[in-house]
Structures are given as structure tokens and as C-alpha cells.
């Protein structure tokens, strides 16, 4: 039979819910608190919008950083390959 | 160190993902994010020719860059102190938000006070976490990687990790909050500001 959780029990758990990361008697019991809690599910899509936000990564490389680095890693090749016939 | 043909595919490789990892670089070091770049390249060019799976290089170069930034973060100085976090493992951004209520006309708070956030601002509230929490975060929700992955690379044992995930997070919905309050754009009920663009 599956445990009843109270409500600080499933929003402690959410993230992990989220991430598929609670075994499978807790994660039972946090959908089943689900089933039935109007509040708890609004943290839940909170939670999903908060993960959403914390993984917003648009990797904008600045022109000049990438200029560098792309010299960089010419140099470094260069380096590594002379070294390699030698 | 390397056959051409080696030294080709590296450069191609390096050059696929630079930006990629300069964004993971730019969140675990902030200003020395090109610096970090650089030594993870540096060492990644040294052990190419180990990688068997070419198709994993990509991942295969954050895992370095992140063994760096964390050889790093072992030889400076240890951080200030053991943040407590004993005072944010009771708060709740979303109830804080309800008590709160920033924004007493709104049918969507939650949602519209997230939408205030731009990428930097999220960046720097991350920049404010200590790096043993900030770590996780960025590895697991930016970067994708299992929780066990984590655990490895950043040579932890499983429980730690997990246990710095859930404070990290904590700290993370805390600093969101702080953040927001003290850029002044928490607009009370009857301000003046109320209609006020609130971040950026």
C-alpha cells in the first residue's frame, strides 16, 4: 500500500520527482499526493518553470573570446602535431 | 603528441564545441571563464588520443573542463566559510511569493515573477551561490548530466552531491528572491512603480 506523504514531505521531493530521481515508493507517493492536492501541483509547474529558468542557456560566445580561442587551439594543434612527427 | 589526422580532428572538435564550453565555463567561473577554456583545451589535447568515441567528445571536453575548475577550486584558498543553510531549508519561493505578492494584479504571479529573470540575471544570481552548491546546479540542469556522472566528476560520493543538489536548489530559489529584492523591482500594492518594469 502506498505511503500518504503530507504536503512539506511531496514539496521537498518535487525537484526530485521532476528529475526521475526518487525510487519508486516515493515517487508513487508523491503522484498520488498529486492526485488530490490543488496546492501541491501549483508548485509543482513552479518547480518545472523554476528548472526551465536555471537551464535557460542561449551560449553566446563573444567574437572576440572566440577569435582568441580559435587562435588558441590552431597553436595548440600546431604544437601537438610537430610534436607528433617528430 | 599528435598524428595530423589527430590534430585535424581535435581542432574540429575543439572548434564544434567552443561555445558550449565557454557557457559551461562562464557558469562555473564566472570571469575566468576563457582561462578555464583554455587549460581544459590544453589538457583534452594531451589525452585525445585516449578518447575512443569520437561521437562523446563533446561531453568528453565538459567532463575536462570541469575536472579543471575543480583541481582549481582546491588549490585556492577554501571558500569563507560553511555557508548555513539551515535558514533557507525552510523557504519557499513559491510561498513567499504567494505571502508576498508582488504583483496583487496579477492571475499568473509565479510565472510573471520567473519572467522577469533575463539569461544574466540568472547567471549572476548563480555567480552569488557558493561553488560546491553552484557546481551541481549548473551540471545537472544546464549541462544534463546524470547525478552519478556529477558524482564522478566532480570525484564526490553520490549522497554528497545529492545532498548539495537539494541546499543548491534552496540556495538557488533564495538568491532568486534576494536578487529580486534588491534590485528594487518588487513592486508593492498602491506603489507608484507598480506598473514599473521590474527587472533589467
Known amino acids: 500500500m502506498d505511503r500518504v506523504i503530507s504536503c512539506a514531505e511531496a514539496v521537498d521531493r518535487l525537484w526530485e520527482f521532476l528529475d526521475h530521481g526518487l525510487d519508486h515508493h516515493d515517487h508513487r507517493a508523491v503522484e498520488k499526493h498529486l492526485a488530490f492536492c490543488v496546492r501541491c501541483c501549483g508548485e509543482l509547474e513552479f518547480a518545472r518553470q523554476l528548472r526551465c529558468l536555471l537551464g535557460t542557456q542561449t551560449a553566446a560566445l563573444p567574437a572576440d573570446v572566440e577569435v582568441r580561442l580559435a587562435q588558441f587551439i590552431e597553436r595548440l594543434t600546431d604544437s601537438a602535431a610537430t610534436e607528433g612527427t617528430a | 603528441m599528435l598524428q595530423a589526422r589527430d590534430a585535424a580532428a581535435f581542432q574540429q572538435l575543439a572548434r564544434e564545441e567552443l561555445a558550449g564550453m565557454y557557457a559551461l565555463a562562464r557558469r562555473l567561473a564566472g570571469q575566468d571563464a576563457e582561462d578555464l577554456v583554455q587549460e581544459a583545451l590544453l589538457r583534452a589535447c594531451r589525452s585525445f588520443a585516449s578518447l575512443r568515441d569520437r561521437q562523446a567528445g563533446g561531453q568528453w571536453l565538459r567532463v575536462i573542463l570541469t575536472n579543471v575548475w575543480r583541481d582549481r577550486l582546491r588549490k585556492v584558498a577554501r571558500e569563507p566559510a560553511e555557508v548555513s543553510v539551515d535558514d533557507v531549508e525552510c523557504f519557499s519561493l ?88 534588491e534590485s528594487g523591482a518588487l513592486v508593492g500594492p498602491g506603489s507608484p512603480q507598480e506598473d514599473a518594469p521590474w527587472i533589467g
Not at chain 2, 136 to 153: S, W
Request: proline residues 7%; aromatic residues 12%; charged residues 25%.
Open chain 2, 94 to 181: 513559491y510561498r513567499t511569493l504567494v505571502e508576498e505578492d508582488p504583483f496583487p494584479y496579477s492571475d499568473s504571479l509565479h510565472l510573471d515573477f520567473l519572467g522577469g529573470f533575463s539569461e544574466d540575471d540568472v547567471h549572476a544570481v548563480l555567480g552569488r551561490l557558493p561553488a560546491r552548491y553552484r557546481a551541481p546546479l549548473v551540471l545537472r540542469y544546464v549541462e544534463g548530466f546524470p547525478t552519478k556522472q556529477i558524482a564522478r566528476t566532480l570525484a564526490l560520493p553520490l549522497g554528497t552531491v545529492l545532498s548539495q543538489l537539494h541546499r543548491g536548489r534552496k540556495l538557488f530559489e533564495r538568491a532568486l528572491w534576494d536578487y529580486a529584492v
